[in-house]
């Protein structure tokens, strides 16, 4: 299995080493793994600044040289993006070559122009979840039509931080939304990420869930990726094959490998068939 969203201490909120990771990837049955650090733009993001490119590139050829042969091993990146900051986006994207990119959607952008806010529980406070929501999707949606990534990181992200007096969210309040993004997806050949750290929250589905990935199907979407949007080598794979069982049950038969930003998709049906070749689609390196 394909585990496409996982954090190193490359990243600002990460103490996880490379290597703690990739032995964890193997022992949980990962076949392939994208280390993709936070790079951020933002002012208001603590992150903004500490990602370490000549860092990063040397951690990973290290572990690539290590776990040659027993697990795949991607450059990745979890590139923030909102309107505002598109341009620096932009730059970052084309001076580093990576093989897999996510372009996320972090921060709540006020209408009335005021400074972005990181999508916290913060940002629900006087707002009603409706104003939350649609301003988000628009960012997604944004983001997908650029084309300037390999697939939208969690969909649906502020479900995450919804505080208690929040928790009225339901997709199909949004399906407007949800359906503009998949129109630029499709039309950008963008992927979007099933993230499964909903699923290691009390109450909450993968991000997205279920119902969002039947719309895509039937809209005439297929490219998905999968991710753990792990921030410790504990958690490394988890729910990604409760995931790609629900993906099959939404009509999605293959996920997405990557390589020099180039996919291809890999049946559902092999990567749940343990020790079927065509679980690893390319060679280790």
């Known amino acids: 299995m394909f585990d496409y969203h996982v954090h190193s201490d490359c990243s600002v909120d990460c103490d996880e080493p490379m290597a703690a990771t990739c032995r964890a990837a193997i022992a949980a049955g990962v076949t392939e793994i994208a280390f993709t650090d936070h790079v951020d733009f933002e002012p208001a993001d603590e992150s903004t600044g500490y990602y370490d490119a000549e860092r990063y ?7 690539r040289a290590e776990f040659c042969g027993r697990l795949t091993i991607l450059a990745g990146a979890e590139v923030d993006f909102n309107t505002r900051r598109a341009h620096q986006a932009e730059t970052f994207l084309d001076k580093h070559a990576f093989d897999f990119v996510i372009g996320s959607v ?56 919804a505080p208690g007096t929040h928790r009225d969210y339901d997709p199909y309040r949004y399906r407007e939304s949800f ?11 963008t992927a979007f990420e099933i993230n499964t750290s909903g699923l290691r929250k009390v109450g909450l589905a993968g991000l997205p869930g279920p119902a969002v990935v039947r719309w895509y199907a039937e809209a005439g979407g297929t490219r998905i990726t999968t991710g753990s949007d792990s921030h410790e080598a504990c958690t490394i794979g988890s729910g990604i094959p409760t995931t790609l069982t629900m993906l099959g049950l939404c009509g999605i038969e293959k996920v997405l490998s990557f390589r020099n930003r180039v996919a291809t998709p890999v049946s559902i049906t092999d990567l749940l068939t343990p020790n079927v070749p065509g679980s690893g689609v390319h060679e280790t390196a």
């Open 57 to 63: 590139f040397a951690q990973l050829d290290q572990v």
């Open 106 to 161: 972090h921060f709540y952008l006020p209408s009335d122009g005021r400074e972005a806010e990181m999508v916290y529980p913060s940002i629900f406070a006087n707002r009603a979840s409706d104003e939350v929501y649609t301003a988000y999707l628009d960012q997604v949606r944004e983001a997908a039509a650029t084309g300037w990534f390999d697939t939208i990181g969690h969909m649906d992200f502020p479900k995450r931080y």
């Open 179 to 189: 359906e503009a993004v998949f129109q630029e997806l499709i039309r950008s050949g």
